[in-house]
């Protein structure tokens, strides 16, 4: 069993940065599929990305391709989403998952435990 909390989240202005976290408790975690999704009010909760167990392998939704960064460090039992160049429709609440298949994956219902979410607010 894996428990996940996330922080970070905060109210920053378009073009801003911030960086999320995620800490993991739990044995499963090194082993596990990292992914990070988000839900903006009245959508569905949807992919952001995703990193495999080594670190080595990442995928980006297109919408934030190029300035979101997923990264983890496992020592630490530790996933991140460095985010730059916020935009206001980055507006959401933002959910950590892990996956115990290990590899990769955009699918929501291939992620075995969530964090409860931390709302990030980008105002234009």
């Known amino acids: 069993q894996v428990q996940l909390v996330e922080s970070g989240g905060g109210l920053v202005q378009a073009g801003d940065s911030l960086r999320l976290s995620c800490a993991a408790s739990?044995?499963?975690?090194?082993?596990?599929?990292m992914g990070w999704f988000r839900q903006a009010p009245g959508k569905e909760r949807e992919f952001v990305a995703t990193?495999?167990?080594?670190?080595?392998?990442?995928y980006y939704a297109d919408s934030v391709e190029g300035r979101f960064t997923i990264s983890r460090v496992n020592a630490k039992n530790t996933v991140y989403l460095q985010m730059n160049s916020l935009k206001p429709e980055d507006t959401a609440v933002y959910y950590c998952?892990?996956?115990?298949?290990?590899?990769?994956?955009?699918?929501?219902?291939?992620?075995?435990?969530w964090g409860q979410g931390t709302q990030v607010t980008v105002s234009s």
């Open positions: 739990g044995r499963s975690f090194s082993n596990s599929a």
């Open positions: 998952a892990g996956a115990v298949r290990g590899s990769t994956t955009r699918q929501k219902n291939e992620y075995n435990y």
């Open positions: 990193i495999n167990w080594s670190g080595r392998v990442t």
